[in-house]
């Protein structure tokens, strides 16, 4: 089986430029845990999941580093959320995407997610987004097909 059997391609993108609410708003909405980042012209740039939100709501390493007692004041860090929710998700996403193509092996999606601990592979051909492939999508395939679930 290929991802292009098993691809999600109704798929819900932002831009470079969403805010990190309008972020967290989709994908409460769409019940989806990322979304590809993506430019007009259709190029995927990163990808935005709750764990990159979820991240940004806590000082980085170096800051800690600098003020071990800042990273201890949660009231502050959490009045630093009305400032991080207006910010644009560029500041959280990830830049370095894995990706795969359309006509991939739906298992070589499956072990590169599994190598890599991640959920979700945007699915690209000739340089544009044209779906997006999950663990749910390829262990659903796997079990229908070939134990007849």
Known sequence: M?????????????????????????????????????????????MISEKDLFRALYPRYEYYAADPEAYRDHEAQENEIETIRKNPIELYMSRKVLTIEPDAPILKAG???????????PVVENGK???IVTREDIYSAVLKHHLGY
């Open 2 to 46: 290929k991802v292009r059997t098993v691809m999600g391609t109704r798929i819900q993108t932002v831009s470079p430029k969403t805010t990190y609410e309008e972020a967290a708003k989709i994908m409460d909405q769409y019940k989806i845990s990322g979304l590809p980042v993506v430019e007009k012209n259709g190029a995927l740039v990163g």
């Open 111 to 121: 072990g590169l997610m599994l190598a890599r601990g991640i959920h979700r592979l």
């Open 129 to 131: 987004l044209v779906g």
